[in-house]
């Protein structure tokens, strides 16, 4: 196996997001300390749609609880929209949730209130935030047509199905322009027909709107919907997927079709990384592995490789 160096896609970006730094969470239960985030760092560039997947317990819940301004680190930083999510004010964290950010639950009872209509829900926000009648009107309108809600308009959230509650959850999450979007799991509770439409209309928002869009699940296959793909592990990112468009087109949001993936693993500043857990398994990688340096790339090989040449005599590099 050869680790190539090269520049993570998001560190290029000329602006970000969606910036966290060195982030750690930890919660105390009865004299109990469990560190769900150990250091993790991520960067999501403006107008980039990325999905964050991992294992249950790997930290990705806690990430998005953090990010969303529910909850805090307890060392390190995240910047969400330009606001440093650990030092807001009570007055700047409502602000931050109304305008700020959108979220999308999984549950769809936490989205939408039962008793108003579709237009309703998605109106509640601009309201809350005394936006003017025709700027309403006109956001409304925008937003039923983009996630194609115009005939349940006036259906209450008990007539729809799975798919078209979600797709409403988005338009109310998006009332408010916010500059980010954040999704916990929008596909958890629907089939797979379901699951695709959702993420579909998460796409057209993406690309139509430009809105940053995170979405953390657990489901693999939500990495072919969007361009690049951060898996968690142990609470820290390890490695990314990096899906290419085809046809020339190579924005962050253009993710129709690709000609090719990359995959792309982590390196923290103490040197560390994480292979992914099929490597690891494929090639039979335990206990220690031969590193081999070439001019551009580090060959990372099983210690019985006989491809890589013997150890020599000499000491060990520190």
Same mark, same amino acid.
């Given at each position: ?13 000329? &602006? ?15 004299? =109990? ?17 990325? +999905? ?9 819940? %806690?990430?998005?609880? =953090? ?17 440093? =999510? ?13 305008? @700020? ?5 999984? &549950? %769809? ?24 009648? +025709? ?10 047509? $983009? ?14 199905? @799975?798919? #078209?509650?979600?797709? +409403? ?27 695709? &439409? ?14 940053? %869009? ?9 990495? #072919? ?41 982590? =390196? ?6 994480? $292979? ?36 020599? #005599?000499?000491?060990?590099? #520190?």
């Amino acid at each position: 196996m050869t680790t190539t160096s090269t520049a993570s896609p998001a560190s290029l970006a000329r &602006q970000d997001a969606i910036v966290c730094t060195d982030l750690v969470r930890i919660f105390t239960s009865e004299g =109990i300390e469990v560190q769900a985030l150990q250091g993790l760092n991520l960067r999501v560039a403006v107008g980039e749609l990325v +999905a964050i997947v991992g294992a249950s317990g790997s930290g990705k819940s %806690t990430l998005l609880g =953090i990010l969303s301004g529910l909850d805090a680190p307890t060392a390190g930083s995240a910047r969400v929209a330009g606001r440093a =999510i650990g030092t807001l004010t009570p007055a700047q964290r409502v602000d931050y949730l109304r305008s @700020g950010v959108g979220f999308v639950w999984q &549950q %769809t009872a936490r989205n939408l209130l039962p008793y108003l209509s579709i237009a309703e829900n998605i109106a509640l926000p601009m309201l809350l935030a005394r936006l003017a009648p +025709a700027a309403r009107e006109s956001r409304l309108d925008e937003l039923l047509d $983009l996630l194609e809600l115009g005939p349940d308009a006036q259906r209450s959230p008990a007539e729809l199905s @799975g798919g #078209e509650l979600q797709r +409403a959850s988005i338009a109310v999450a998006l009332a408010n322009r916010p500059e980010v979007l954040l999704a916990d799991e929008p596909t958890g509770e629907l089939d797979e027909a379901a699951s695709v &439409q959702v993420l579909e209309a998460m796409r057209s928002v993406n690309r139509e709107l430009g809105t940053t %869009t995170l979405i953390v699940t657990h489901d693999a296959t939500v990495s #072919e919907h969007v361009g690049r793909t951060v898996q968690i592990r142990d609470g820290r990112t390890s490695t990314e997927v990096l899906r290419r468009a085809v046809d020339g087109d190579r924005s962050a949001s253009a993710v129709a079709s690709f000609d090719r993936a990359e995959t792309f693993t982590v =390196i923290d500043a103490q040197g560390r990384l994480q $292979l992914p857990a099929d490597y690891v398994r494929n090639l039979a990688l335990h206990d220690r592995v031969r590193l081999a340096l070439a001019e551009d790339h580090v060959r990372v090989s099983p210690a019985t490789d006989p491809a890589t040449e013997p150890l020599t #005599e000499e000491a060990p590099h #520190e």
